[in-house]
Nanobody, 119 residues
Framework: QVQLVESGGGLVQAGGSLKLSCAASRSIFSIDFMGWYRQPPGKQRELVAGITRAGSTNYADSVKGRFTISRDNAKNTVYLQMNSLKPEDTAVYFC?????????????WGQGTQVTVST
C-alpha cells in the first residue's frame, strides 16, 4: 500500500482559491485511480474529483468548472486546484488511491486536510 499525506488546506473567503496536494510515499505511476473526497460536518464522505492512470478525470456536479484535479507522476503527487470557493465547500478533504495488483484491490487514504470557506 501507499501512504498519502495531504496539505494545502486552510481558511479562505468565499470566491477565493486553494490548492491541495497529496504526496505519495512511492511512485504513483502504477496507481489506477487517485481521487479527492470530502466530508462536510455531519455528512457522509463524497467523491469530489478523480483521475485515472490514463489521465481521465471526473468531477462531482457541484464542483465542475471550479475544481481541477491533476497528477504529477514525477513528483508522486496529486493536486486539487479549487477556485471560486463557496461556504458549502467547507469540509475535510481526503486523498484516496486505488491500485489493482493481479486481482486484489489495494486502497489507501490520507489523514485529511481541513478546508474552511467563510462568507
Amino acid at each position: 500500500q501507499v501512504q498519502l499525506v495531504e496539505s494545502g488546506g486552510g481558511l479562505v473567503q468565499a470566491g477565493g482559491s486553494l490548492k491541495l496536494s497529496c504526496a505519495a510515499s512511492r511512485s504513483i505511476f502504477s496507481i489506477d485511480f487517485m481521487g479527492w473526497y470530502r466530508q462536510p460536518p455531519g455528512k457522509q464522505r463524497e467523491l469530489v474529483a478523480g483521475i485515472t492512470r490514463a489521465g481521465s478525470t471526473n468531477y462531482a456536479d457541484s464542483v465542475k468548472g471550479r475544481f481541477t484535479i491533476s497528477r504529477d507522476n514525477a513528483k508522486n503527487t496529486v493536486y486539487l486546484q479549487m477556485n471560486s470557493l463557496k461556504p458549502e465547500d467547507t469540509a475535510v478533504y481526503f486523498c484516496n488511491a486505488r491500485e489493482v495488483v493481479t486481482i486484489q484491490l489495494f486502497e489507501s487514504w490520507g489523514q485529511g486536510t481541513q478546508v474552511t470557506v467563510s462568507t
